[in-house]
């Protein structure tokens, strides 16, 4: 067993001010694989201290400064890729094959990109011919607060700081406590490649103590979350008393239309993206709206596919899901499965308890529901577990109504072969992002959505432009 106690404040390894230990569970076996400690106000406000005392001169660095220090960090991250997977597959679930690619792959992926966006950005622009002497100047915007979620721990842990950092921002990271350990990897690797002490910062924490401390703090000049609807309102009206910048990305319920003219993967692809990751993604198209003529096929064939996906444990090599995070988590997945089932819904896969032979771990059933209405709970909730609801609809017009009836607006998904119905739909979806045909975010696009899925952008050039300000100064000499 680890035991990961120390916080990283101003450049070094630190003893907690109190001891309050707190265990790290492996969710495959149900046992302790570390002990962390969860901070104080003390910790925080020192961690905070730190990040004010190295603003001044960090935020006066050169592009060319930076980029020289986050390339040896995007050394540093590809060098220790192996400890970063069993990291990410021990704390939160993910198996070896998934934590190896797309979990340790979206830090690498962001780092680059980031640095490609910071290489290419323009913090100095005169405002235009009919001003003269107006000078537009993109500064940092402060002390940064940067709270990350436990299921892609790498891929929001390096979009926040890697853009933070690009800024020229300082920072407290707080990792979820359910998944510490790659974030503290991940310090290390900071500390290795060199940034000035002081300019990152990292304290772990739950969401009450240190997240409440650095949300609601004077010092802070900003807040990056990235969790719950829940909590991100509770963020934002803490952090409203002292009028802080308050960014956020959060849940989501996305639709997933596929038309009579979808190609004849569209449905698996569908219940495949559900189900990646345990179905534990804000972006995961958990409701699949079914054109009528098409709708018994898909059904037949999401059932197949729930039927042979395979569960088993993390750590082992293979083509299969693993377990959901936490006992809460399972517990309330356990909750939405049986209220699909109280209100109606055709459960046609999996359903309640565990896998066959699965006693140990928290491992859900691939679930799918069938002749499901957009007034359900299921249909209504972010279960974040791998649990699919399919829905019929009769016309376009009648799928865009359902798509956009939710709190949510994240993202949404289009499956059809005429390419003029896919923009006009994509138009109409009330959504940060769409995806049509199954084709990913190219590299550097924004990820962020409407609605109670939260405000701002992250990734790319508008990811490094939410940790700027914006200041206008007159008189200015060429």
């Excluded at 491992?363 to 209504?380: G, K, L, Q, S, W």
Aim: some cysteine.
């Amino acid at each position: 067993m680890l035991e990961k106690r120390e916080f990283y404040i101003n450049g070094q390894w630190v003893q907690p001010a109190e001891a309050n230990d707190f265990d790290v569970i492996n969710p495959s076996t149900e046992e302790v694989c570390a002990v962390i400690s969860l901070g104080s106000e003390a910790d925080t406000d020192a961690a905070v201290a730190a990040a004010n005392a190295a603003f001044d001169s960090w935020s006066q660095t050169s592009k060319e400064e930076r980029l020289a220090l986050l390339d040896k960090l995007y050394a540093n991250y590809k060098a220790r890729s192996a400890e970063m997977a069993e990291a990410i597959s021990t704390e939160m679930g993910a198996p070896m094959a998934l934590a190896q690619t797309a979990q340790w792959g979206a830090g690498a992926g962001h780092i680059k990109n980031l640095m490609r966006a910071l290489k290419t950005f323009d913090f100095d622009q005169p405002l235009g011919e009919h001003a003269p002497g107006n000078q537009i100047i993109y500064e940092p915007v402060g002390v940064c607060a940067l709270i990350t979620p436990w299921n892609w721990p790498m891929n929001q842990v390096a979009l926040k700081v890697i853009a933070a950092l690009a800024a020229g921002c300082t920072m407290v990271l707080k990792p979820s406590e359910i998944s510490p350990l790659s974030a503290m990897l991940f310090a290390e690797m900071i500390d290795d490649a060199g940034f000035p002490a002081g300019v990152f910062n990292l304290v772990n924490g739950d969401g009450p103590g240190v997240g409440s401390q650095l949300s609601g703090h004077a010092d802070i000049d900003m807040v990056s979350f990235t969790g719950s609807t829940r909590a991100g309102v509770a963020i934002s009206k803490n952090a409203a008393d002292t009028v802080k910048r308050v960014s956020l990305e959060l849940g989501g319920k996305g639709a997933n239309i596929v038309f009579a003219d979808a190609d004849e993967k569209a449905v698996t692809r569908g219940v495949r993206h559900c189900f990646n990751n345990t179905g534990q993604s804000c972006n995961a198209p958990t409701r699949m709206l079914v054109e009528r003529s098409l709708y018994d096929q898909a059904v037949e064939t999401a059932t197949q596919v729930a039927a042979k996906t395979s569960v088993d444990i993390a750590s082992i090599e293979g083509r299969h899901i693993g377990p959901v995070v936490s006992e809460a988590q399972y517990q309330k997945i356990q909750t939405l499965i049986a209220k699909g089932i109280d209100e109606g819904a055709k459960l046609v896969a999996g359903g309640l308890g565990k896998p066959e032979g699965m006693d140990k771990g928290y491992f859900v059933r691939p679930t799918v529901f069938a002749d499901v209405n957009n007034e359900m709970t299921i249909a209504r909730e972010e279960i974040f577990g791998p649990v699919l609801s399919i829905i019929p609809f009769d016309s376009e017009e009648e799928a865009i109504r359902i798509a956009n009836d939710t709190p949510y607006g994240l993202t949404n998904y289009i499956q059809t072969q005429d390419g003029e119905k896919a923009n006009r739909v994509a138009r109409r979806l009330r959504s940060g992002m769409v995806q049509i045909n199954g084709e990913m975010l190219g590299a550097g696009a924004p990820f962020g959505g409407y609605k109670q899925s939260g405000n701002g952008r992250e990734g790319g050039s508008w990811g490094l432009e939410e940790f700027l300000e914006v200041k206008a100064v007159t008189g200015w000499t060429a």
